[in-house]
């Protein structure tokens, strides 16, 4: 039998066995890469060929790797790490040794999203600066985009046409309540009336989309105190002064003493990652933004945050 030449291998057949050991399927593999599942057929089907041996048993419940094909995925995967390394040296190259990447985000983003992102980032490119402009309007994160003094931005989805997006976390709102506050469940809008409405001012981006959000119920807020930063909120229903609705994400961390209650009909933010479509983006802006999804938050929902699940426990 002929020895193997491993010329005629390619690099889409190994990349193809990979996603079928990790997704477990055929299909499954041809969503992750994006392919028709045919494709990712004929790519193991032609590898199997080249290399005389079964890699796959197909039946009902998926593929499964033989012995010999778990040894050969094993060493697809360290070709594919090689891959890899050599395009981030080609990068390093290009220009991701220093540089600087511009982002415009609103409070609660900056402070709970966004350092576990960039302690990463600079754990692998320490020479790119990285600005962080807060915003207390996702409409100014907008426009700072758009007059380029942006270059990522953090905003509410779903929006203008002219930005290239994807959904990073759903983040719902909650009501909380002084520590005197009788815990009611399920909580009502009578009951929320009862009690004075500490909020944010009108032109606030965060309390127009949650006024918006609250139109759609029939439901108009009346606060009785409008005041403009998360934290006094916070020590202000801490001291009795009334309650207040807010962003789980924003009133994090949640002070002990303070009441959590659902609202009586669920409403959610939706916060998004956006760039200007069509932008000539620097290569360090590419590679924060690879990284922003390497993190794992991409379609995430702030279901419960720690502060929450301690409460709520």
């Not at 402009?133 to 509410?156: C, I, M, N, P």
């Not at 929320?192 to 606030?204: E, M, N, Q, R, V």
């Not at 939706?270 to 069509?278: S, T």
Request: proline share 6%; with cysteine.
């Amino acid at each position: 039998m002929a020895k193997t030449d491993p010329h005629r291998l390619k690099l889409s057949q190994l990349r193809a066995l990979v996603a079928i050991a990790d997704q477990g399927s055929f299909s499954d593999a041809a969503l992750h890469l994006e392919l028709s599942q045919s494709a990712v057929s004929h790519a193991i089907a032609t590898l199997e060929d080249e290399l005389g041996v079964q890699l796959l048993n197909r039946g009902r419940q998926g593929a499964v790797l033989t012995p010999v094909g778990e040894q050969i995925t094993q060493e697809a995967r360290q070709v594919m790490r090689s891959l890899y390394s050599l395009c981030h040296k080609a990068d390093e190259a290009k220009g991701l040794q220093t540089g600087e990447v511009r982002i415009a985000a609103f409070r609660s983003v900056a402070t709970h999203i966004l350092p576990e992102v960039i302690r990463q980032f600079r754990q692998q490119y320490p020479g790119v600066t990285i600005a962080i402009d807060e915003k207390s309007h996702y409409e100014t994160v907008e426009s700072d985009l758009r007059q380029g003094r942006a270059d990522v931005g953090f905003t509410y989805l779903p929006t203008r046409d002219e930005f290239e997006q994807w959904e990073l976390l759903r983040d719902r709102y909650i009501i909380l309540l002084p520590p005197s506050a009788q815990r009611v469940s399920p909580f009502t809008w009578e009951d929320l009336a009862a009690y004075p409405l500490i909020l944010t001012p009108g032109d606030d981006g965060d309390r127009q989309y949650l006024d918006r959000l609250l139109h759609r119920w029939g439901q108009q807020l009346q606060p009785a105190y409008v005041v403009r930063e998360d934290s006094t909120i916070l020590s202000m229903v801490e001291r009795g002064l009334g309650a207040t609705i807010m962003a789980a994400l924003a009133a994090e961390p949640i002070p002990a003493e303070l009441g959590v209650a659902e609202l009586p009909q669920p409403l959610e933010r939706i916060i998004g990652v956006i760039v200007l479509r069509d932008a000539l983006l620097p290569p360090p802006v590419y590679a924060f933004l690879e990284r922003l999804r390497a993190v794992g938050l991409g379609a995430q929902t702030a279901q419960t945050t720690p502060g929450l699940a301690a409460k709520n426990s």
